[in-house]
């Protein structure tokens, strides 16, 4: 990819994306850990309807010749190896990996120490120490299977979009349909256009708008670079950058992006301030940083890579990293804020 094209593309990209996960406080620690803990499932949601968004845009796309779906290869034991530490970490860490990255933008300073201990976990894992590891767990690798069987690049897509418009329609039935007959009951507007300004700017986004924004970002990034958007990759070749001579690629430009779309949406809604805990959560954050990053690496990707990125194009290999990574988030959550009070 070109230098000015990745930069120029991967910044305005990330940006909205970062402003986004600001303004709808997306991540997936808080929308799976939220479950467990207090029983509240708006994220969660979020978390279902960006998915069909998703598979209905990358399956028309795909159709169109535009990008080439690549599923994940089904790796058994870097699935369920990964996914479950990666949930785990990010339970230490307090975030997700785009959660965590969205926060940096806020003025965390622990979600910057989780950062950091993401981005050596993944380079440990990629070229050091626990590279090893890594490889072993890796080496069962049964093809890019789908829910449908193999992968087939006719037919993939077809399934993406049943079972993205399928979805759709059930989300629109159960969640949309009864909020919009309690707002027609009581002679509300469906849509209120006034203060648009605040609304888009200053105010949290609901959950479904959320959803369908995340979605769509994600869909145009996909077609921007014909691949997949993820974080933990952005942070490790930042990594490169700072040990290699060249400085170009699309996934640190993303995280960048994230960043300054963050902090510009920080900064208007009057959000934006340096803060930091105490040395004990910076280690945990750090620590459970470090998790992610092998978590990612040995998944062959993070939350977003496979439950924003895989699970859409209907990959067994990211369906498995997604619960096992819910798995992990649930044992941390209750390890750290339930198992006492039981």
Known sequence: MDFWYALV????IGAIFGFILQRGRFCMNSAFRDILLLKEYKLAKAVAVSLVV????????????????????????????????????????????SGTTYRVGEGMMGSMVAAIGLTLGAVMASWGVLADARIFLQQVNLGQITLFGNFDTTMTPVFMLIVGLVGIALMFYFWAWPAIKKRRDANEPLIKFENFKEATFKKAYPWWATGILIGLILTAG????????????GWRQ???????E?????????IFGIILGSFISAIIAKEFKFRAPDGFTLLKQFFGGGLMGFGAITAAGCNIT????????LSIHSI?????????CWIAAYLLFMWRKD
């Open 9 to 12: 593309a991967g910044l305005i």
């Open 54 to 97: 998703l598979m209905v845009g990358f399956a028309i796309f795909a159709f169109a010749g535009v990008i080439d779906l690549a599923p994940k290869p089904f790796q058994p034991w870097g699935a369920i190896i990964g996914g479950l530490i990666f949930g785990i970490g990010m339970v230490l860490a307090a975030g997700c990996a």
């Open 222 to 233: 996909y077609v921007a670079s014909n691949g997949v958007v993820g974080i933990t990759g």
């Open 238 to 244: 930042i990594n490169q950058w700072l040990v290699a």
């Open 246 to 254: 060249t400085l170009g690629g699309w996934p640190g430009f993303i």
């Open 306 to 313: 496979n439950i924003l990125g895989g699970v859409p194009q």
């Open 320 to 328: 498995v990293v997604g619960v096992f990574i819910i798995l992990g």
